[in-house]
């Protein structure tokens, strides 16, 4: 966000703009927390304190307890269940690493920028076609990037866009409809799905007092935050580390996660059993494990022993397809 600041310039009522239309959107929505349950005003805003200059705590996403689920399947097969609501994905893309071959990228120029176009050519809509938006927002000034980089404006002309915008539930572009997670809460490594839930109650007309007219398309994005060159690559760096300091260092830290600890002996030993388990259960190099769980050292174990066995892709050449516009 400095960074950002320092290229473009950031005008903070931009980012207060973003948090309290959020908080107004999760007034609405039975599922936020009870906590953000109360308005938001600008003034709330700017007396919130500093986290890391100049991002304030109300810039922030709320970690809480909660999960997703959806159900995806063929149109014929959701008929034959006797299902009437559906939406259709129309266009996906995805990139994993971006720049992760340069040693000091630019850290303003996200993936968006780069899947945007394909999204838009698969689907054939542009930013203007777009009914809403319900972007992953762990940080107000995520969004704001989003826009540019999703074509609604020019790159540094975020903070005019989103002043000059009309964002509310009943506006041009409605954005996070629900409160998105900065205001309804960010359920562990669920949290990506709280907006693409968000998206398909809105377009199956259960927005309630949140409801947007005609919903009949959203553009809806989700972030991860682990980099790496492939399924390969990473497995057997982490198998060198593990084997080598169990070895060398057995007690010492590996891990830390709150109160938890762990030494590279016990951590080495858990990621073997969980590995093993994995195996056991069918994954092999190139699937795609999806974890729902609270985000805590059993993760970070999971993750290692994923990428240990070369599953958490994908690649170019394993990628899937899902939904990321839906109609």
Do not use: W
Request: one cysteine or more.
């Amino acid at each position: 966000m400095s960074r950002y600041h320092h290229q473009y310039g950031i005008k903070p009522e931009a980012l207060g703009k973003i948090a309290v239309i959020q908080r107004e959107h999760a007034l609405h929505n039975e599922n936020a927390l009870a906590k953000f349950k109360t308005p938001l005003t600008m003034e709330d805003y700017f007396n919130s304190r500093v986290i890391a200059d100049p991002l304030r705590l109300l810039d922030c996403v709320m970690f809480c307890d909660g999960a997703n689920a959806f159900l995806v399947t063929s149109e014929k097969r959701a008929r034959a269940l006797g299902l009437r609501k559906m939406v259709y994905p129309t266009a996906y893309a995805e990139i994993t690493n971006l720049h992760g071959d340069r040693s000091c990228p630019d850290i303003t120029e996200t993936g968006f920028s780069v899947i945007a176009p394909l999204i838009y050519k698969q689907s054939g809509l542009s930013a203007r076609d777009i009914r809403m938006f319900q972007p992953y927002d762990d940080f107000t000034i995520a969004v704001m990037m989003q826009f540019e980089d999703f074509g609604f404006c020019e790159r540094g002309q975020g903070s005019g866009f989103t002043l000059a915008t009309d964002l509310s539930r009943t506006g041009t572009l409605p954005l996070n409809t629900g409160g998105g997670q900065i205001s309804a809460g960010q359920p562990g490594l669920a949290s990506g799905g709280l907006n693409l839930a968000e998206a398909v109650r809105q377009m199956f007309g259960e927005g309630g007092g949140r409801q947007v007219k005609d919903a009949r398309n959203a553009l809806v994005t989700g972030i991860a935050g682990i980099q790496r060159s492939g399924p390969f690559e990473a497995s057997m760096r982490l198998d060198t580390i593990f084997r080598a300091q169990a070895v060398r260092h057995p007690e010492e830290t590996a891990l830390v996660c709150g109160r938890d600890r762990l030494s590279y002996s016990e951590l080495d030993r858990r990621v073997l059993n969980l590995a093993a388990g994995l195996l056991k259960l069918g994954a092999k190099t190139g699937d795609r494990l999806v974890i729902y769980l609270p985000n805590g050292i059993e993760l970070v174990e999971l993750l290692y022993a994923a990428f240990s066995i070369g599953v958490i892709g994908p690649d170019k050449a394993h990628r899937p397809r899902a939904a990321i516009h839906l109609p």
